[in-house]
């Protein structure tokens, strides 16, 4: 059956209705009325690789990221941008606001310093703006 049908027929199920993933074949229940794929894979790989391979424009898209996120984070470049002159880090789960640059130059993100390779480097306190390793004794 391809892929598009089982799709079309999944989402036409009842909860608790058995269905076949579209993009791996697995058989699950259907726990909630929008669900149209399997969860036995990690995240959402089945997803991604049906939307993937249905619409070519979505090739290779594993972002997941929706049209409000986007215009946020974009909102907030330009923010960064302004105030800094720089880009927030690149990190999983971040406010995307840079709160300043240490005395180091790292940019400073949810209270955490990140370099240039934006790794976390330390924490920062607001008050003592002292990298850790510079202290003595």
């Excluded at 892929?3 to 909860?15: H, S, T």
């Excluded at 594993?62 to 720089?86: E, Q």
């Excluded at 370099?115 to 306190?125: C, I, L, M």
Aim: contains cysteine.
């Amino acid at each position: 059956m391809k892929m598009k049908a089982r799709y079309e027929l999944n989402k036409a199920a009842k909860v608790g209705e058995e269905c076949v993933c579209p993009s791996c074949g697995a058989k699950f229940i259907k726990t909630n009325y929008q669900q149209a794929f399997c969860k036995s894979k990690s995240g959402t790989q089945c997803k991604d690789r049906y939307w993937n391979t249905v619409t070519p424009k979505k090739r290779c898209n594993t972002t997941r990221i929706s049209p409000a996120s986007a215009a946020f984070m974009a909102n907030n470049s330009k923010r960064n941008h302004m105030l800094y002159g720089v880009d927030a880090p690149n990190v999983y789960g971040g406010s995307g606001r840079i709160q300043g640059i240490t005395s180091e130059g790292y940019r400073i993100m949810d209270g955490i310093a990140y370099d240039e390779w934006d790794d976390p480097v330390y924490k920062v306190d607001f008050f003592n703006d002292t990298h850790p390793l510079d202290l003595e004794g």
